[in-house]
């Protein structure tokens, strides 16, 4: 499969994934994509509202068959309840 193929594919997934990005609380902010000898794809989220960790954990049940978005989910949980806990 040409990498351009591959690089579709996860634009793909990507846009399919927005909903259940949206429903965890964040929005994708900018998406890069660089074609050259090994094509990139970098993302960046932001929060648009804060959810209860027992939102979080049902969003994750609800997805846990999507193994790169599962993951992607709770690295942003992770990540932003260092921001917005309490110091």
């Excluded at 094509?39 to 027992?54: C, D, M, Q, S």
């Excluded at 690295?75 to 806990?85: A, R, T």
């Amino acid at each position: 499969m040409p990498k351009t193929d591959k690089l579709n594919d996860t634009l793909g997934e990507f846009t399919n994934a927005l909903p259940v990005i949206q429903e965890a609380g964040f929005e994708a902010s900018e998406i890069a994509v660089t074609m050259s000898l090994i094509p990139t794809l970098a993302l960046e989220f932001k929060p648009v509202k804060v959810i209860t960790p027992e939102e979080q954990a049902k969003i994750l049940k609800a997805h846990e068959d999507q193994k790169i978005w599962s993951y992607i989910l709770q690295s942003l949980f992770k990540i932003y309840s260092l921001q917005f806990g309490k110091y």
